[in-house]
T-cell receptor, first 113, second 115 residues
Framework: DQQVKQNSPSLSVQEGRISILNCDYT??????FLWYKKYPAEGPTFLIS?????DKNEDGRFTVFLNKSAKHLSLHIVPSQPGDSAVYFC????????????FGQGTTLQVKP | EPEVTQTPSHQVTQMGQEVILRCVPI?????FYWYRQILGQKVEFLVS????????KSEIFDDQFSVERPDGSNFTLKIRSTKLEDSAMYFC?????????????FGEGSWLTVV
């Protein structure tokens, strides 16, 4: 039961260009979406989130877009930096439940200098 | 910055042995979680814990698994009789409030290898 899907296992981008990571979901009850970044042998760290009542949230170089009708969200990183190279997980949560996160499979981003 | 700490960072155990993974959540947090990630797969929810009881558990969290908060600071995951397929990175997480996700902090993980 893949409620959150990241269909691209990997993405390679040149430093300074835009990185776009995509995520699709099936459960219309999700009311909060998050992106986590994960380096090897470390735990996921929170990056940016968006409420289902918004369509955009921006934080520095990171912007998350939500298209509720398409059940699709994307993370834009501009400009991409080599230090951004990591695995990016999309996650979703139903607020008011136990707070458990449903994660996508992850996309490995490589930013080349 | 406050952090969730986990021990051990890596443990190798024989199949059928009991394993206890330990976590110290952030001190004022009230909601606790265990997740796991099998190599190459996604991070999966195992269990949530609040007010000294399990609030939700996944299908993975069968009778071989248990959680405990034995004192005011530790939160443990016990696997009673480990199987090869239990080999994974186990992440503890905590938050001071339910739901929003942006306040959920993860530990660095405990890598369990069952041989």
């Amino acid at each position: 039961d893949q409620q959150v899907k990241q269909n691209s296992p990997s993405l390679s981008v040149q430093e300074g260009r835009i990185s776009i990571l995509n995520c699709d979901y099936t459960n219309s009850m999700f009311d909060y979406f998050l992106w986590y970044k994960k380096y090897p042998a470390e735990g996921p760290t929170f990056l940016i989130s968006i409420s289902s009542i918004k369509d955009k949230n921006e934080d520095g170089r990171f912007t998350v877009f939500l298209n509720k009708s398409a059940k699709h969200l994307s993370l834009h990183i501009v400009p991409s930096q080599p230090g951004d190279s990591a695995v990016y997980f999309c996650a979703a949560v139903v607020v008011g439940n136990t707070g458990k996160l449903i994660f996508g499979q992850g996309t490995t981003l490589q930013v080349k200098p | 910055e406050p952090e969730v700490t986990q021990t051990p960072s890596h443990q190798v155990t024989q199949m059928g042995q009991e394993v206890i993974l330990r976590c110290v959540p952030i001190s004022n947090h009230l909601y606790f979680y265990w997740y796991r990630q099998i190599l190459g797969q996604k991070v999966e929810f195992l269990v949530s814990f609040y007010n000294n009881e399990i609030s939700e558990k996944s299908e993975i969290f069968d009778d071989q698994f248990s959680v405990e908060r034995p004192d005011g600071s530790n939160f443990t995951l016990k696997i009673r009789s480990t199987k090869l397929e239990d080999s994974a990175m186990y992440f503890c997480a905590s938050t001071d409030r339910e739901g929003a996700g942006n306040t959920i902090y993860f530990g660095e993980g405990s890598w369990l290898t069952v041989v």
